[in-house]
């Protein structure tokens, strides 16, 4: 699909490349420094997925960093996403992470603006928004291809990461989404994980859209679908969670189920979504999203058919970083 | 500054303030953004709108607020010229230009001056060409 030259950077990009589905997973962000927590954590989902996405301050509230969630789950034998924000850094320190990052082990980055701190528990602390989620992936590509830092400085030996953006085909305006991602590809961008998707008619037509530009033969694009285990959780999501489209139908038919049926009820509707996006033209994998509920996103696995993950010829050997003309 | 300098600021705010809301960034790029000021955006996002717009098309810093870039997108629809300009990358922000005349910057060429390492690409973005000196 994507005629990129050079080998790929990491096991998803090569997976992705070859055609094949992929699967991704949200890590449960750590609220404390036991890294046990986080290896547990990733050594259940070894071998159930292509990568594990290690989030930012999610939802503008600290956690365990990204950076050293990364470090442990590569170190279990599960390829992290590490996830950036222009939230809570400046360019430089962006530059020293993304090369810390790469460093410690991530083959896969994602880069994105990051919620704003009015929606987590310091809203009285500072924003930074030095630069916007297009300026980072395109600093990331400049660190990566260009092997120098914004400034024009040379780096001694460049970081070697696949590179992710988000996008939410969900919210207004949505003319403008697919012209967006034609922008983040433009600036960098070599996959995207979408917003959680619960509307799939409209996330069609963003596909549609985007394909017609002619943007699909560059970016690989992976659909985010949410494991809901209660009628609580997604009404949480749809209130409370900007930018997240839960449609009355869908929020009927778990309103619909009695409190014990709830979860099931939940499952199949994330069960069902997987298995359109499998059948979507120009999607390319799911990433799977559960609050506190990894157990589930291991059953959906399971149940969806997505097992064994297939493999996929690319070394790991492969040196981490290449060495600066 | 001279007197000339400090009353092309002021022209400036005076006419850009009120009709955009103008937060004399120093790098204007009004025309790209549909007449909307990107500057409003609580992210200072440059490039297009983030992933929380409201189902209603509002902010979700400020609810009561139609998002920035909903504005701008529509503007730019609306823009007799320059109306695929939205389409192009915009680089960084020179915080050093804030509270300065963009159009004085324009006079110049100070405002297409970009970090040395910031690309030169094929989407009508700046000239790469322009390197800030000082910034090596």
Known sequence: MRATPGRPHS????????????????????????????????????????AANCTDNPAARPHLSSLAAGALVAASGVAPVVQLTCR?????????????????????????????????????????YDVDSLHLLRIARVLRDD??????????????????AVENPFAPPHDF????????????????????????????????RAGDSGILDRVFVIVSVYVARSTRALRYLRDVVPG????????????????????????????????????????????LISIKGQESILRLIEAAGLLPRPAVEWSPDAPMVESSR | MGLLGQA????EKAVK?????????????????????????????RNGPCGG?????????????????????????????????????????????????SWANLATGRDDVVPAGWPRRPDGGPDAENHDPTVT
Request: net charge neutral; glycine share 8%.
């Open chain 1, 177 to 208: 989404r697919p012209v967006r991602l034609a922008k983040k590809v433009e600036a960098g961008a070599e996959f995207v994980q979408t917003q959680l998707c619960f509307n799939l008619p409209r996330l069609s037509e963003f596909i549609a």
């Open chain 2, 53 to 101: 717009v409201l189902v209603d098309g509002n902010c979700e810093v400020y609810p009561e607020r139609p998002c920035v870039w909903v504005r701008a997108w529509e503007g730019s629809r609306r823009l007799p010229l320059w109306r695929d300009h939205i389409e192009h990358v915009q680089p960084p922000v020179d915080w050093r230009l804030q509270g300065t005349s």
């Open chain 1, 88 to 128: 809570d850094r400046n360019r430089l320190a962006l530059q020293a992470d993304l090369l810390g990052a790469a460093a410690l082990g991530a083959r896969d980055v994602l880069l994105l603006t990051g919620d704003h701190v009015s929606a987590g528990d310091h809203p009285e602390a500072k924003s930074l």
């Open chain 1, 147 to 164: 092997g120098t830092y914004l400034s024009g400085r040379t780096l001694s030996s460049r970081p070697s990461y696949f590179i992710g």
């Open chain 1, 11 to 50: 096991r998803l990009e090569a997976l992705l490349r070859a055609g094949k589905f992929a699967v991704t997973a949200e890590m449960q962000p750590s609220n404390g420094a036991d890294p046990d927590e986080v290896r547990r954590s990733a050594s259940e989902l070894r071998g159930k997925v292509d």
């Open chain 1, 244 to 287: 997240v489209d839960v449609p009355d139908a869908v929020m009927d038919r778990l309103d619909r189920a009695t409190a014990e049926r709830q979860a099931q009820e939940g499952f199949a509707l994330a069960l069902e979504t997987v298995a359109a996006l499998r059948e979507m033209r120009g999607v390319s994998g799911v990433h």
């Open chain 2, 8 to 11: 092309l600021i002021a022209i």
């Open chain 2, 17 to 45: 303030v009120p009709l955009f809301g103008c937060r004399m960034c120093g790098q204007c790029i009004l025309h790209e953004t549909g007449l909307v000021c990107p500057m409003n955006c609580p992210k200072n996002l």
